[in-house]
């Protein structure tokens, strides 16, 4: 399944909230899995200095991530897929 990043603005005087957004994201993406479109929150990446934060989330489509992030009121700035590498084995 494709993962998207969603990108939203956080302030830095607010970066203590970004515990709770995580888990508005993961009961909104619960939510959605439990009606029928398989979602899930994979975490957050809190970049304070841009004032930024990245929710990850596994969703069918661009268009499902964008929805579960609504629903959990992250007010989203974009929504783009994002590709990870494999991990080496040691």
Do not use: H, K
């Amino acid at each position: 399944m494709p993962s998207y990043l969603v990108e939203t603005f956080l302030a830095r005087a607010r970066a203590e909230e970004r515990t709770t957004y995580e888990a508005r994201a993961r009961a909104a993406a619960e939510a959605a899995s439990v009606s029928g479109t398989r979602v899930r929150f994979e975490g957050a990446i809190n970049v304070p200095e841009d004032e930024i934060c990245f929710f990850v989330f596994d969703a069918p489509t661009r268009n499902e991530a964008l929805l579960v992030a609504r629903r959990a009121a992250l007010d989203p700035i974009r929504v783009v897929e994002a590709f990870t590498s494999p991990q080496e084995e040691e």
